[in-house]
T-cell receptor
Framework: AQSVAQPEDQVNVAEGNPLTVKCTYSVSGNPYLFWYVQYPNRGLQFLLKYITGDNLVKGSYGFEAEFNKSQTSFHLKKPSALVSDSALYFCAVRDGGQGNLIFGKGTKLSVKP | NAGVTQTPKFRVLKTGQSMTLLCAQDMNHEYMYWYRQDPGMGLRLIHYSVGEGTTAKGEVPDGYNVSRLKKQNFLLGLESAAPSQTSVYFC??????????FGPGTRLTVL
């Protein structure tokens, strides 16, 4: 069965520092991987996805993610964190042909001034 | 273009009561989904639909029913609410090629 894991419940970063939010996956076949962000009291917003091609995927709001097949990871990164990046981040993998997503438990990112 | 909307935004029920949550999308998407979000558990798929008139079970379907009578609407019903169904419910929609677009959520409390 497909699954994703987000090993950190919370990540704390100082504004201006680089940030990484970790995600590992377990799939049969080629993975379709996604990152979503949820701001307080809001729905999820799509950030980026990996389907095939370049291992470094660029997305919205300056975020990028690196797909690493050997380590089965898809970590979310940003070179310089903003206080406004503080939110809940979800990694997801597509499950099956219907496009259903399996989500990780989420990582709370806190960026302090 | 409102995207995905959900009605109501908040609701409090007593155990045993019934209610229906409405999800509407104006993007002509074929696929629609209902998730529940609980602290520390991420989002879990309740039911989904791949087109008008079709529905299928997700990971946690027990206690819920759904209907997709019109392409733009996806209804989630609770026939006899239980405290374990206290959660935030999200609807999402997509085309066959797009990513999922999420609604703003419905916060349900069952007393």
């Amino acid at each position: 069965a497909q699954s994703v894991a987000q090993p950190e419940d919370q990540v704390n970063v100082a504004e201006g520092n680089p940030l990484t939010v970790k995600c590992t996956y377990s799939v049969s076949g080629n993975p379709y991987l996604f990152w979503y962000v949820q701001y307080p009291n809001r729905g999820l917003q799509f950030l980026l996805k990996y389907i095939t091609g370049d291992n470094l995927v660029k997305g919205s709001y300056g975020f990028e993610a690196e797909f690493n097949k050997s380590q089965t990871s898809f970590h979310l990164k940003k070179p310089s964190a903003l206080v406004s990046d503080s939110a809940l981040y979800f990694c997801a993998v597509r499950d099956g042909g219907q496009g259903n997503l399996i989500f990780g438990k989420g990582t709370k990112l806190s960026v302090k001034p | 273009n409102a995207g995905v909307t959900q009605t109501p935004k908040f609701r409090v029920l007593k155990t045993g009561q019934s209610m229906t949550l409405l999800c509407a999308q104006d993007m002509n998407h074929e696929y629609m989904y209902w998730y529940r979000q609980d602290p520390g558990m991420g989002l879990r798929l309740i039911h989904y639909s791949v087109g008008e008139g079709t529905t299928a079970k997700g990971e946690v379907p027990d206690g819920y029913n759904v209907s997709r009578l019109k392409k733009q609407n996806f209804l989630l019903g609770l026939e006899s609410a239980a405290p374990s169904q206290t959660s935030v419910y999200f609807c999402a929609s997509k085309t066959s090629a797009s990513t999922q677009y999420f609604g703003p959520g419905t916060r349900l409390t069952v007393l």
